[in-house]
């Protein structure tokens, strides 16, 4: 089971970021203009710059500057969690583990370094340490939402549909609008037999994120309910936006087979074939019922 750790955008906020802890109030930045001697918050302000420029490399160098410059400063560990960041962006995997490490000795009360440490784990597919840190994230704070949803959805592809669950419920009482409740109840309902609670929470992700992926699980929540025309609505939208993925044409090749339209659903599923779909999986359309 492997769940992808999804590089930022541009403009959203890391689940467990602390550069906003480390901004100063307008009439601070303004004295430390003025006095040029405070080579660390000038060091941390150059930082926090580079960071929303996506400019990784620099907020690399000028967090160890400002670390390296005042070593005793009980910000430095808000710099390491951060640093540790900054090193999982440009993928120095080894360096981000060490820094995350050594935030985590200096403050072992700091729950958001645990979150940090398991979205690197889970990045390098140490799926048990992921999920120790966020049990640990989970314990110290119930109302986590980044926690609840990775742990849940780590629950979810290991079979754990009653840990999923739970997660997920807390997850929509505390967070019910986000991007991540969405992909988690339409993936647990989805993955276990209930399509029809799953149709909303995929046509939201669909208003918000229009992809292929999306698209394709609707239709396969309308199909496994026989709501035949809805699902060949959100495949023909599907296709007109994607006409070259493969899951699409696999899906329209098993509306058309509900259909009796056994022409049209051998032609949609050699096209699936064609585009990568798998064969075994396409063949079988044919072989279960209706």
Same mark, same amino acid.
């Given at each position: 089971?492997?769940?992808?750790?999804?590089?930022?955008?541009?403009?959203?906020?890391? &689940?467990?970021?602390?550069?906003? !802890?480390?901004?100063?109030?307008?009439?601070?930045?303004?004295?430390?203009?003025?006095?040029?001697?405070?080579?660390?918050?000038?060091?941390?302000?150059?930082?926090?710059?580079?960071?929303?420029?996506?400019?990784? %490399?620099?907020?690399?160098?000028?967090?160890?500057?400002? =670390? $390296?410059?005042?070593?005793?400063?009980?910000?430095?560990?808000?710099?390491?969690?951060?640093?540790?960041?900054?090193? =999982?962006?440009? *993928?120095?995997?080894?360096?981000?583990? !060490?820094?995350?490490?050594? $935030? @985590?000795?200096?403050?072992? +009360?700091?729950?958001?370094?645990?979150?940090?440490?398991?979205?690197?784990?889970?990045?390098? /597919?140490?799926?048990?340490?992921?999920?120790?840190?966020?049990?640990?994230?989970?314990?110290? *704070? +119930?109302?986590?939402?980044?926690? #609840?949803?990775? #742990?849940?959805?780590?629950?979810?592809?290991?079979?754990?549909?009653?840990?999923?669950?739970? *997660?997920?419920?807390?997850?929509? #009482?505390?967070?019910?609008? +986000?991007?991540?409740?969405?992909?988690?109840?339409?993936?647990?309902?989805?993955?276990?037999?209930?399509?029809?609670?799953?149709? &909303?929470?995929?046509?939201?992700?669909?208003?918000?994120?229009? +992809?292929?992926?999306?698209?394709?699980?609707?239709? /396969?929540? %309308?199909?496994?309910?026989?709501?035949?025309?809805?699902?060949?609505?959100?495949?023909?939208?599907?296709?007109?936006?994607?006409?070259?993925?493969?899951?699409?044409?696999?899906?329209?090749?098993?509306?058309?087979?509900?259909?009796?339209?056994?022409?049209?659903?051998?032609?949609?599923?050699?096209?699936?074939?064609? @585009?990568?779909?798998?064969? !075994?999986?396409?063949?079988?359309?044919?072989?279960? /019922?209706?």
């Amino acid at each position: 089971m492997i769940i992808a750790v999804a590089p930022l955008l541009a403009g959203a906020v890391d &689940p467990f970021d602390y550069t906003g !802890q480390l901004q100063k109030s307008e009439m601070e930045r303004e004295a430390v203009a003025d006095d040029e001697e405070d080579v660390y918050m000038l060091l941390v302000g150059e930082a926090e710059t580079a960071i929303a420029a996506n400019d990784y %490399y620099t907020a690399i160098l000028r967090l160890r500057e400002a =670390m $390296a410059n005042e070593p005793g400063n009980p910000l430095n560990v808000m710099l390491l969690s951060n640093l540790g960041n900054m090193y =999982m962006r440009v *993928d120095q995997d080894s360096l981000a583990m !060490q820094a995350f490490d050594d $935030a @985590l000795r200096m403050a072992p +009360s700091m729950t958001a370094i645990y979150g940090n440490r398991a979205l690197l784990r889970l990045k390098v /597919g140490d799926e048990a340490g992921a999920l120790d840190d966020f049990n640990t994230v989970v314990a110290r *704070d +119930s109302l986590n939402a980044t926690g #609840r949803y990775y #742990r849940g959805m780590m629950a979810l592809y290991s079979g754990d549909v009653v840990q999923a669950e739970t *997660d997920f419920h807390v997850l929509q #009482r505390v967070d019910p609008a +986000s991007y991540n409740t969405n992909v988690a109840l339409s993936s647990l309902y989805s993955r276990t037999g209930r399509e029809l609670l799953a149709i &909303p929470f995929y046509e939201r992700l669909i208003a918000e994120d229009p +992809s292929a992926e999306y698209y394709a699980a609707l239709a /396969g929540c %309308y199909l496994a309910i026989d709501y035949l025309s809805e699902a060949s609505a959100t495949i023909q939208q599907g296709i007109v936006k994607y006409p070259d993925d493969a899951e699409l044409y696999y899906y329209r090749a098993w509306l058309n087979n509900k259909r009796y339209m056994l022409d049209d659903a051998k032609a949609d599923a050699a096209k699936a074939v064609k @585009l990568g779909a798998d064969p !075994q999986r396409v063949v079988a359309l044919f072989r279960k /019922g209706k």
